[in-house]
């Protein structure tokens, strides 16, 4: 079992930043980590993921505006995101997913608001 916890969540205006982090209560070193967010009414989507091997992959409405990034030695992945847009506003969950098992854990959420 693998427990996640979300921080950096906030408010912020329109073109500003932010930093995600999500912290892997144990080694996460052989998962891929990814963001996902989930706007009230909307479904759950795909803001990127990053492989055990550093590979990476964006959504096409955050690219060029966030970068995920992982730390092995600290069991930890970020979302820088830049130039928030009001569209961006939604929980932002944290995955590990096991591809070989083909499991995975949820963390609890973090809320992003962008205000216009």
């Known amino acids: 079992q693998v427990q996640l916890v979300e921080s950096g969540g906030g408010l912020v205006q329109a073109g500003g930043s932010l930093r995600l982090s999500c912290a892997a209560s144990?080694?996460?070193?052989?998962?891929?980590m990814g963001w996902y967010r989930q706007a009230p009414g909307k479904q759950r989507e795909l803001v990127a993921d990053?492989?055990?091997?550093?590979?990476?992959n964006y959504g096409d409405s955050v690219k060029g505006r966030f970068t995920i990034s992982r730390d092995n030695t600290k069991n930890t992945v970020y979302l820088q995101m830049n130039s928030l847009k009001p569209e961006d506003t939604g929980v932002y969950y944290c995955?590990?997913?096991?591809?070989?098992?083909?499991?995975?854990?949820w963390g609890q959420g973090t809320q992003v608001t962008v205000s216009a």
């Open positions: 144990k080694s996460v070193i052989s998962s891929t």
């Open positions: 995955n590990a997913h096991y591809p070989i098992g083909g499991y995975g854990y």
């Open positions: 990053i492989t055990s091997s550093g590979r990476t």
